[in-house]
Each structure stands twice: as C-alpha cells, then as structure tokens.
C-alpha cells in the first residue's frame, strides 16, 4: 500500500459546474477526513467517516458539498453548482487510531 | 472556539537548529502533531505527542510541550535545504469527530 491516493490531482471547472473527487485510502485504516486548504491558510475540517458511517461534518460543509464512503474503503467528494470560493486544495486523510492521520496529495479545484 | 496560533515566518542559516513554536488554546487536547508541507504537495506527518509527555525526540526532531502554558515546540537539529517547507501544529482533542485543528504554518526559509 502506497499511502492515500487522491484523484484528480488537479481540477479547473467553470462556476456553476458539478465536481467530484475521489480519495482512496490506506486500506487498514477505518477513519477517513476530507479537509480543505485555501492559500496562506492550515487545513480546515470539513467531515469524517468511521468506516461506512459519516460522523461529523463541519458547518464548512455547506448543502452544496456532499461526500460518501459506500462500502467503509474510498470515499467521493462531490460539489454542486461550484462557487469561486470553492477554489482550494481538497485533503484527504486517514487514520487506524489517533497515532497520525496520513494525507493524501491533495486534489486542487480552481473554479474560474 | 478552538485555536492554534504559529508566527507565519522563521529564517535560519544552514547548519543552525530551527525552533518553530506553537500555542493552543483547546486544554482538552490529547495529542499534538507536526506537519510538513512542501510546495504543491499534501502533509508529511514529522512526529506527534501525547499530551502526557512533555518531550520527544526523534533523530533531528524534538518536540517540547509544555502543557500548563499550552506551548509546544519543534527544534530541527542541523537544519538543511531540504527542511524548507511550512510546518504546521495541530491539535486533536480526542471523541474521534472533530478532527485536526491545524494552525496557519510556518514558513522556515533556510539560509545559505
């Protein structure tokens, strides 16, 4: 296992299109975050999965967003209807316990 | 709510030890974590610490915490070309839901 995987890597879509990315990771860990980073600042929380299940969603999540994690491996982000605030570099981590969450590469949204 | 502040910029000259600072302000935080972050990439886990130690060392890394102050620090042994990145401080206060909170990074900028 290579560590987390996140596809695309980068990503430029029109305002108002629908986007979704995808994060694979490493295959022994049940908790899985989505995280976004915007220029200059430090990852900010956005939702969490044990296995399956979402736990928590960050009031950063707004309707447009919604994530899914089907059968508790990858898990899909999806943003409707993109906003030029949605321009940000979308983390993706994973973690067995508390001992060190793993980060992906990152996908980059540019909405122009 | 919670907060991690770190000074945006530390420049060192090659071969001297870095010193990157961080406060908290969540007393509930269980674990304590260092990121690297090289440009256009996604976040290395350097080290962690559990907030029942006050110190760990790691090869070049320590990390100092003192935890009555909500202070922790990263000293870089020897600093090199290779260490300059922004470092972030996050911190996890445990009930698995929230995730990080991350800090805005340091920027370390090595001196020949």
């Known amino acids: 296992d290579t560590g987390v995987s996140q596809d695309p890597r980068h990503k430029i879509t029109k305002r108002g299109q629908n986007v979704t990315f995808r994060c694979d990771p490493i295959?022994?860990?049940?908790?899985l975050y989505w995280y976004r980073q915007t220029l200059g600042q430090g990852p900010e929380f956005l939702t969490y999965?044990?296995?399956?299940?979402?736990?928590?969603k960050s009031r950063l999540l707004s309707d447009r967003f919604s994530a899914e994690r089907p059968k508790g491996s990858f898990s899909t982000l999806e943003i409707q209807r993109t906003e030029q605030g949605d321009s940000a570099m979308y983390l993706c981590?994973?973690?067995?316990?508390?001992?060190?969450?793993?980060f992906g590469s990152g996908t980059r949204l540019t909405v122009v | 709510g919670e907060d991690v502040e770190q000074s945006l910029f530390l420049s060192v000259r090659e071969g001297d030890s870095s010193v990157i600072n961080c406060t908290y302000t969540?007393?509930?935080?269980?674990?304590l974590y260092w990121y690297k972050q090289e440009p256009g990439a996604g976040l290395q886990l350097l080290t962690y610490?559990?907030?029942?130690?006050d110190m760990k060392q790691d090869q070049r890394l320590t990390v100092l915490l003192n935890k009555k102050d909500k202070h922790l620090s990263l000293r870089i042994a020897d600093t090199q070309t290779g260490d300059s990145a922004i470092y972030f401080c996050?911190?996890?206060?445990?009930?698995?839901?929230?995730?990080?909170?991350f800090g805005k990074g340091t920027h370390l900028i090595i001196q020949p």
């Open positions: 996050a911190d996890y206060s445990g009930g698995g839901a929230d995730g990080l909170t």
């Open positions: 295959s022994e860990h049940n908790r």
């Open positions: 999965f044990q296995n399956e299940a979402q736990l928590e």
């Open positions: 969540d007393s509930s935080s269980t674990y």
């Open positions: 610490i559990f907030s029942n130690m």
């Open positions: 981590a994973s973690s067995q316990l508390t001992d060190g969450y793993t």
